[in-house]
């Protein structure tokens, strides 16, 4: 079993940052992939960015160039760094690990882009 816990998300005027935490249960060297997905009201769950255990990493086009995912193994955690937020960003986000084929999710924290 993993567990995954999120944490950073709030409120945040248009242009501004935010940085998401996923702190993990297990090491994350153990997890084969660990990714980020969003779900905004009336909508899908989408894919946002992700991060394989080599160290690999691939974004959706929606926010290439403004988010980055990052690691730190020391904490168990996985980042997503946003910049440049737009109201279209507006969703709950989740934190996604894989391991061993079997399919983690958390439960998820509001970004809310207004002005």
């Known amino acids: 079993q993993v567990q995954l816990v999120e944490s950073g998300g709030g409120l945040v005027q248009p242009g501004g940052s935010l940085r998401l935490s996923c702190a993990a249960s297990v090491s994350i060297f153990s997890v084969n992939y660990m990714g980020w997905y969003r779900q905004a009201p009336g909508k899908e769950r989408e894919f946002v960015a992700g991060?394989?255990?080599?160290?690999?990493?691939n974004y959706a086009d929606s926010v290439k160039g403004r988010f980055t995912i990052s690691r730190d193994s020391t904490k168990n955690t996985v980042y997503l760094q946003m910049n440049g937020l737009k109201p279209e960003d507006t969703a709950v986000y989740y934190c996604?690990?894989?391991?061993?084929?079997?399919?983690?999710w958390g439960l998820g924290t509001q970004v809310t882009v207004s002005s």
């Open positions: 996604n690990a894989i391991r061993n084929l079997a399919a983690y």
């Open positions: 991060l394989i255990s080599g160290g690999d990493r």
